[in-house]
């Protein structure tokens, strides 16, 4: 039995021995489990229900439509005297590159577009530019290492520079002319400049050979020779294969996937030379076997419809049917009227407004 004893000092306590039966200010009543778990549901799905109002609004403020077209433009030479419909003057270049961050596109590369990573701001609109052939009008160096201001990269940069926002990246589609260095060390030191300074490297196959009614083998033999050609030179695997000429093997998951020897591939995309704009890669119409590509050319001859100027323009008056940013790289927005369109296994990333 407990006793109480007075202190020298006066004060009453417990003897040794006695049981303390009142709670002390650091001991906690026992929680009800329950209860806690229940109360913390409830807060994180409050805390859910908040965020994604919040998102549809931001959403709806942007006008976003992430389910929207996306136009992938082709470009080859930037040369002064065109010898071809494929030919860009420096001029025409730098004209088309600023219609485009005046209209609210931002580029983005290949690999970004087909793995749907495209962080862009909200409100703007992605644009693919792409690069055939490797030639020395896109990308030049100088003695120090620099682009030379006339070459595709150069000019991409100085409108990027003059239009904040307006990224230089691109996509260059490399085959063994290699931007018209001969020597492996010459080869590496280009592939590796676009690598650290942010562009994309694609395969277009080592020989640029029309694909085309070719047998299994021999198409596997050439995508994985251009796909070696990169990656014996530089630490990075294409994502995207550019066929040649946009002509399909008569098989066309052969062009994405397969393999040769000891070297294999599996990309995400694979580009034509099409022309209409490509679809959204959360669109439930978007195909990585056959991507359409846009020329670059004027409203003249077959391209008053089909080819650059004239898809900018369309897109331009029609702006609900062009991808639209939310600016959120974790969501996939869009009105709810456009739900039909909507990939299923993007379902958990949707932002319907």
Same mark, same amino acid.
């Given at each position: 039995?407990?006793?109480?004893?007075?202190?020298?000092?006066?004060?009453?306590?417990?003897?040794?021995?006695?049981?303390?039966?009142?709670?002390?200010?650091? =001991?906690?009543?026992?929680?009800?489990?329950?209860?806690?778990?229940?109360?913390?549901?409830?807060?994180?799905?409050?805390?859910?229900?908040?965020?994604?109002?919040?998102?549809?609004?931001?959403?709806?403020?942007? !006008?976003?439509?992430?389910?929207?077209?996306?136009? &992938?433009?082709?470009?080859?030479? &930037?040369?002064?005297?065109?010898?071809?419909?494929?030919?860009?003057?420096?001029? =025409?270049?730098?004209?088309?590159?600023?219609?485009?961050?005046?209209?609210?596109?931002?580029?983005?590369?290949?690999?970004?577009?087909?793995?749907?990573?495209?962080?862009?701001?909200?409100?703007?609109?992605? #644009? &693919?530019?792409?690069?055939?052939?490797?030639?020395?009008?896109?990308?030049?160096?100088?003695?120090?290492?620099?682009?030379?201001?006339?070459?595709?990269?150069?000019?991409?940069?100085? &409108?990027?520079?003059?239009?904040?926002?307006?990224?230089?990246?691109?996509?260059?589609?490399?085959?063994?002319?290699?931007?018209?260095?001969?020597?492996?060390?010459?080869?590496? =030191?280009?592939?590796?400049?676009?690598?650290?300074?942010?562009?994309?490297?694609?395969?277009?196959? !080592?020989?640029?050979?029309?694909?085309?009614? !070719?047998?299994?083998?021999?198409?596997?033999?050439?995508?994985?020779?251009?796909?070696?050609?990169?990656?014996?030179?530089?630490?990075?695997?294409?994502?995207?294969?550019?066929?040649?000429?946009?002509?399909?093997?008569?098989?066309?998951?052969?062009?994405?996937?397969?393999?040769?020897? !000891? #070297?294999?591939?599996?990309?995400?995309?694979?580009?034509?030379?099409?022309?209409?704009?490509?679809?959204?890669?959360?669109?439930?119409?978007?195909?990585?076997?056959?991507?359409?590509?846009?020329?670059?050319?004027?409203?003249?001859?077959?391209?008053?419809?089909?080819?650059?100027?004239?898809?900018?323009?369309?897109?331009?008056?029609?702006?609900?049917?062009?991808?639209?940013?939310?600016?959120? #790289?974790?969501?996939?927005?869009?009105?709810?009227?456009?739900?039909?369109?909507?990939?299923?296994?993007?379902?958990?990333?949707? #932002?319907?407004?």
């Amino acid at each position: 039995m407990s006793r109480l004893r007075i202190s020298r000092t006066g004060v009453a306590v417990v003897a040794a021995g006695a049981a303390l039966t009142a709670c002390m200010p650091w =001991q906690s009543e026992p929680e009800d489990k329950k209860v806690t778990a229940a109360a913390k549901a409830s807060a994180a799905a409050a805390e859910k229900a908040t965020a994604l109002k919040a998102r549809k609004a931001r959403a709806a403020k942007a !006008k976003a439509n992430e389910l929207g077209q996306i136009p &992938v433009l082709m470009y080859h030479r &930037v040369i002064e005297k065109p010898t071809n419909t494929d030919d860009r003057t420096p001029k =025409q270049f730098r004209t088309e590159l600023e219609r485009l961050a005046k209209e609210g596109y931002v580029p983005i590369t290949a690999a970004e577009y087909v793995t749907g990573k495209i962080g862009i701001p909200e409100g703007r609109h992605p #644009v &693919v530019l792409t690069f055939d052939d490797s030639s020395p009008s896109q990308l030049t160096l100088d003695g120090s290492g620099m682009p030379a201001p006339d070459t595709a990269i150069g000019i991409l940069q100085d &409108v990027a520079k003059n239009n904040p926002g307006f990224r230089p990246v691109a996509t260059f589609y490399v085959t063994r002319d290699m931007f018209g260095k001969a020597t492996p060390e010459e080869q590496t =030191q280009m592939l590796m400049w676009l690598h650290e300074n942010g562009f994309d490297i694609g395969n277009h196959t !080592k020989n640029h050979e029309n694909l085309l009614g !070719k047998p299994k083998k021999q198409v596997h033999d050439e995508i994985a020779a251009g796909h070696r050609l990169i990656t014996d030179l530089i630490p990075a695997k294409p994502v995207t294969l550019a066929l040649p000429y946009g002509n399909q093997p008569s098989t066309k998951e052969w062009g994405r996937k397969g393999a040769s020897g !000891k #070297v294999s591939y599996d990309y995400g995309g694979v580009f034509l030379a099409g022309y209409t704009p490509g679809a959204s890669p959360f669109n439930k119409d978007f195909d990585p076997l056959g991507i359409p590509r846009i020329r670059s050319m004027d409203k003249k001859g077959d391209c008053v419809k089909f080819c650059s100027t004239a898809w900018l323009d369309w897109l331009e008056k029609n702006p609900g049917e062009r991808f639209t940013s939310d600016g959120d #790289v974790r969501t996939v927005a869009y009105p709810k009227f456009k739900a039909p369109f909507m990939a299923k296994r993007f379902t958990g990333y949707a #932002v319907a407004y």
